[in-house]
């Protein structure tokens, strides 16, 4: 069996961060393994508290796995310290890791912030050059580019700005975007566009299931075109059949 790791924060709703990132990966026939970077204090309305688990710890869960198991591929979500970084990228350098896809969080879905300062810049200066792709959502893309999201054309210059920073792809989300979802795919030097009908509402770990998709298909030894094109239709049929379990955001179906 194919296996897949991501390494990200805990949410005790499960519909964001490992739990669902599990579950995602557990769907598509992939054995799910998980590194705990945070630990939260959250609901479908929002965060209340973060606690940031210690650099060390994250290393000592990641050498005992990996002396042991090696992933197909990997993905980060939540990475809360600067840190953090510094020891993932020294584990993924150590083992030789392949196939990393990197979900660059850096706000939950009510805003609050996930990261502490200085993060999104080590991610993009350290990470970023070990990724095969990098899948941030239209508002992640801005702040890691400089370029201000708001349509097509400029989720291309932005794009093309991140692929600078030397990963394989890169897979902006558009679906906060007004009108429709659009997903725009930076892939050897070409430009591919994934679109769908938005769907209405407030849904909880859009980027945490979209990144753990295409880390799944990525170990399934897909294409990275092809995993975005699994991932576009896999979120299109989750948001549709979501569902509400609390006073807030709805909780994909995953």
């Known amino acids: 069996m194919k296996m897949a790791l991501t390494i990200a924060g805990s949410d005790p709703t499960g519909g964001a961060g490992l739990q669902s990132d599990i579950r995602v990966f557990g769907r598509l026939g992939v054995r799910g393994l998980s590194v ?9 309305s929002g965060v209340d508290a973060i ?7 994250i290393e000592a869960q990641l050498n005992s796995l990996l002396n042991d198991i090696r992933p197909d591929a990997l993905k980060t979500g939540m990475l809360y310290s ?3 970084i510094r020891v993932i990228v020294r ?4 083992f030789n890791l392949e196939n990393l896809v990197i979900d660059p969080v850096t ?3 009510s805003g609050r912030s996930l990261m502490e300062d200085g993060v999104l810049d080590l991610i993009r200066a350290e990470l970023f050059p070990l990724a095969r792709v990098v899948t941030p959502n239209i508002y992640e893309a801005s702040a890691l580019s400089g370029i201000n999201v708001t349509d097509e054309e400029s989720m291309e210059k932005a794009a093309l700005a991140l692929k600078d920073t030397g990963p394989e792809a890169i897979i902006i989300t558009g679906g906060h ?8 795919i930076l892939y050897g030097g070409k430009f591919y566009k994934l679109r769908a009908k938005k769907v209405p509402g407030e849904f909880h770990g859009t980027g945490c299931a979209f990144s753990a998709v295409i880390t799944a298909y990525l170990a399934k030894e897909s294409s990275v075109v092809h995993a975005a094109e699994r991932a576009k239709a896999f979120m299109h049929e ?5 569902h509400s379990v609390g006073k807030g955001m709805k909780l994909l179906d995953v």
């Open 36 to 44: 705990a970077t945070a630990l939260t204090a959250q609901n479908t």
């Open 51 to 57: 606690y940031g688990i210690e650099a060390s710890f």
């Open 82 to 84: 600067k840190d953090a």
């Open 91 to 94: 584990v993924i350098k150590g």
């Open 107 to 109: 706000v939950s879905s």
């Open 177 to 184: 975007l007004e009108r429709e979802t659009l997903d725009l």
């Open 238 to 242: 989750a948001i549709i059949k979501a």
